[in-house]
T-cell receptor, first 110, second 115 residues
Framework: SQQGEEDPQALSIQEGENATMNCSYK?????LQWYRQNSGRGLVHLIL?????REKHSGRLRVTLDTSKKSSSLLITASRAADTASYFC??????????FGEGTQLTVNP | DAGVIQSPRHEVTEMGQEVTLRCKPI?????LFWYRQTMMRGLELLIY????????DSGMPEDRFSAKMPNASFSTLKIQPSEPRDSAVYFC?????????????FGEGSRLTVL
């Protein structure tokens, strides 16, 4: 079964708006990662947050982690049409073996 | 720098045929992963190698699937005989286990269609 579950499954917003995606997981983790996948392409790593961190920023990305609730969120600020993609959270319980969620399909309308 | 290289990018075959997917990880990476992606089941880890040794193959669906890593720069995933339910996109990813970043680098995938 999938460790991570993303919410929502699909999100459609206008360019310039912020997009928030959530991820829940079930077991203890070393870190949680977010990946992006453009249609027909491989996954690309966006950001990693360790289990002892609560928030992390990278450019227009902000990730939060709440280990007590076993949840994480990814915020993309000032979205662009080029941000249209699927976004996956992935949990690392050790040894770099990642378990991926089912993903959120983000559509940013110009 | 070249990323993870997979071949073929697309393969269409008939049920019962043997399929071999290939992967060249990033030079210097010591761990390699094979994932399968379908609409129904999402991304599933099939097998994981560390220093060319299979560490965990619990995700391999059945005996029809086998994977090898004869050296640090090459891995294969073989399906024999193939079945229509094997149709999926197969991804190879590599990383340096123990590195501070922990990120996986994915190839562009091999899209398999079994008729």
């Amino acid at each position: 079964s999938q460790q991570g579950e993303e919410d929502p499954q699909a999100l459609s917003i206008q360019e310039g708006e912020n997009a928030t995606m959530n991820c829940s997981y079930k077991t203890s983790i070393n870190n949680l990662q977010w990946y992006r996948q453009n249609s027909g392409r491989g996954l690309v790593h966006l950001i990693l947050i360790r289990s002892n961190e609560r928030e992390k920023h990278s450019g227009r990305l902000r990730v939060t982690l709440d280990t007590s609730k076993k949840s994480s969120s990814l915020l993309i600020t000032a979205s662009r049409a080029a941000d249209t993609a699927s976004y996956f959270c992935a949990t690392d319980a050790g040894g770099s073996r990642l378990t991926f969620g089912e993903g959120t399909q983000l559509t940013v309308n110009p | 720098d070249a990323g993870v290289i997979q071949s073929p990018r697309h393969e269409v075959t008939e049920m019962g045929q043997e399929v071999t997917l290939r992967c060249k990880p990033i030079s210097g990476h010591n761990s390699l992963f094979w994932y399968r992606q379908t609409m129904m089941r999402g991304l599933e880890l099939l097998i994981y190698f560390n220093n060319n040794v299979p560490i965990d193959d619990s995700g391999m669906p059945e005996d029809r699937f086998s994977a090898k890593m004869p050296n640090a720069s090459f891995s294969t995933l073989k399906i024999q005989p193939s079945e229509p339910r094997d149709s999926a996109v197969y991804f190879c990813a590599s990383t340096i286990t123990g590195a501070n970043t922990g990120e996986l680098f994915f190839g562009e995938g091999s899209r398999l269609t079994v008729l």
